[in-house]
């Protein structure tokens, strides 16, 4: 899922949606659209599915607690690299800002 994919996708009507991760079947309250919902829990599903698969003995609960810790983990960095990013990005604007203002070239200016 992209971040520009959410954005706009919430309606405003919050409905009861019947899932299942890792075919524990839950009942979630939610206002985001149905590809959004299956989205969120596929996701859940696949980090549930591999914290259970990676160890026989480990309890659903345990199971749980990895995937959001899995989950956590991916935002965390993509959150870092999106910053590192955005702080590129308004750097490199400032220099082309600051090159602009020193040009010699003459300015055009529109009038409202």
Known sequence: MRPQDNISEQTSEIRTVEIQVAGVPLKLRSSHEDRTVRELVSLVDEKVKQALSSNSNISFQKALL?????????????????????????AKTKSIISELDSSPLPRVEVEA
């Open 66 to 90: 990895l995937a959001s810790l899995h989950i956590a983990e991916d935002l965390i960095f993509l959150r870092k690299a999106a910053t590192q990013r955005l702080d590129q990005l308004e």
